[in-house]
């Protein structure tokens, strides 16, 4: 009777135990617990870096186990990242592709895992929609649209304007649609010429390289068109050390809108400015829980942007985020 009443007391024990272990709803690293892979691109840029904290700080609050990983800007790290994911079998993949091509191989190797896949940022030119589940970011097209809107209404006495480009990554989303953009509103307009365009890969020191070789190659730039702030301040960098004066002698235009950006066009270094938020960890959170509940998200999700004239900047740099 001792042995019976001792087992049962046993079996009493166990089953409170595993109430209790049950009613946690989750054990570290469990059953339960949300985990997401992402990849970064790297650190390129005051609006990756801003970018990066937005997306750890908003996956820290909501207690979502985020496993990160800085591809340093080369593909072959954020495949391998997205592989290592993959083993791991994280609940969602998420990843700013570094440049557009390239993917299909590894998005199936995910698809095939039954793994989500969400594009942030930057979008990828496969033709198979299936490979991923939704694209957050800018739209980088309607970005390079309104900096050739402001182009055409910043020089109205001018027959002809000279524009040197400085474009962002080779091959990357951004440095491609803000390429076209603004090539779609002034293509059409003689009067506006592109003398020279080069990457300087999205830093600060590549646009102060580039706008040195083409000060030294086309002496009548009257327009700097940049395809991030970063690269735009190395540009007034240059053109300052050339003995001229930036936001007079040539113009600068610049994408992102961070703080030293809004800064330099308070200052006059600058003349516009168009948005592009990196504040995207809120809705990229949200977007996981989505996936993970099994609801329908839409394949297309724009962040809310914006542009800055002068006046607009010196309003808005005092609460500015990034």
Same mark, same amino acid.
């Given at each position: 009777?001792?042995?019976?009443?001792?087992?049962?007391?046993?079996?009493?024990?166990?089953?409170?135990?595993?109430?209790?272990?049950?009613? /946690?709803?989750?054990? &570290?690293?469990?059953?339960?617990?949300?985990?997401?892979?992402?990849?970064?691109?790297?650190?390129?840029?005051?609006?990756?870096?801003?970018?990066?904290?937005?997306?750890?700080?908003?996956?820290?609050?909501?207690?979502?186990?985020?496993?990160? $990983?800085?591809?340093?800007?080369?593909?072959?790290? !954020?495949?391998?990242?997205?592989?290592?994911?993959?083993?791991?079998?994280?609940?969602?993949?998420?990843?700013? =592709?570094?440049?557009?091509?390239?993917?299909?191989?590894?998005?199936?190797?995910?698809?095939?895992?039954?793994? =989500?896949?969400?594009?942030?940022?930057?979008?990828?030119?496969?033709?198979?929609?299936?490979?991923?589940?939704?694209?957050?970011? $800018?739209?980088?097209?309607?970005? /390079?649209?309104?900096?050739?809107?402001?182009?055409?209404?910043?020089?109205?006495? @001018?027959?002809?304007?000279?524009? &040197?480009?400085?474009?962002?990554?080779?091959?990357?989303? +951004?440095?491609? *649609?803000?390429?076209?953009?603004?090539?779609?509103?002034?293509?059409?307009?003689?009067?506006? @010429?592109?003398?020279?365009?080069?990457?300087?890969?999205?830093?600060?020191? %590549?646009?102060?390289?580039?706008?040195?070789?083409?000060?030294?190659?086309? +002496?009548?730039?009257?327009?700097?068109?940049?395809?991030?702030?970063?690269?735009?301040?190395?540009?007034?960098?240059?053109?300052?050390?050339?003995?001229?004066? +930036? /936001?007079?002698?040539?113009?600068?235009?610049?994408?992102?809108?961070?703080?030293?950006?809004? !800064?330099?066009?308070?200052? %006059? @270094?600058?003349?516009?400015?168009?948005?592009?938020? =990196?504040?995207?960890?809120?809705?990229?959170? !949200?977007?996981?829980? *989505?996936?993970?509940?099994?609801?329908?998200?839409?394949?297309?999700?724009?962040?809310?942007?914006?542009?800055?004239?002068?006046?607009?900047?010196?309003?808005?740099? =005092?609460?500015?985020?990034?």
């Amino acid at each position: 009777m001792k042995k019976i009443i001792g087992v049962a007391a046993i079996g009493a024990i166990l089953i409170a135990l595993s109430g209790c272990a049950s009613a /946690g709803g989750v054990s &570290a690293g469990g059953a339960g617990k949300i985990v997401v892979g992402f990849s970064q691109v790297g650190a390129e840029s005051g609006w990756r870096t801003a970018n990066t904290i937005s997306i750890q700080s908003s996956f820290k609050a909501a207690k979502i186990d985020l496993k990160f $990983s800085d591809a340093q800007g080369k593909q072959e790290n !954020q495949i391998k990242a997205i592989r290592s994911f993959i083993q791991q079998k994280v609940d969602v993949i998420a990843f700013s =592709p570094v440049v557009e091509s390239g993917w299909d191989t590894v998005l199936q190797e995910a698809k095939a895992a039954h793994i =989500p896949v969400v594009l942030t940022d930057r979008a990828v030119d496969s033709k198979d929609k299936s490979l991923y589940v939704s694209f957050l970011g $800018s739209d980088f097209v309607n970005e /390079g649209k309104e900096a050739g809107t402001w182009v055409k209404s910043a020089f109205p006495d @001018k027959t002809t304007v000279n524009i &040197a480009e400085i474009s962002g990554t080779t091959g990357s989303a +951004p440095a491609n *649609d803000r390429a076209k953009g603004l090539r779609d509103v002034i293509g059409g307009d003689s009067k506006f @010429k592109i003398v020279a365009t080069q990457t300087g890969d999205f830093t600060r020191a %590549g646009g102060k390289q580039v706008m040195e070789a083409f000060l030294k190659s086309n +002496p009548s730039i009257d327009l700097v068109y940049a395809h991030n702030d970063d690269m735009g301040l190395g540009a007034i960098e240059a053109i300052e050390a050339a003995g001229k004066v +930036p /936001g007079k002698d040539i113009q600068v235009l610049t994408l992102d809108a961070t703080h030293d950006g809004m !800064q330099a066009l308070v200052d %006059g @270094k600058i003349n516009y400015i168009v948005e592009c938020s =990196p504040l995207l960890g809120d809705q990229l959170v !949200q977007i996981v829980k *989505d996936v993970v509940a099994k609801k329908t998200v839409d394949k297309r999700i724009l962040t809310t942007e914006t542009t800055f004239t002068q006046a607009q900047a010196k309003e808005a740099l =005092p609460t500015r985020k990034y």
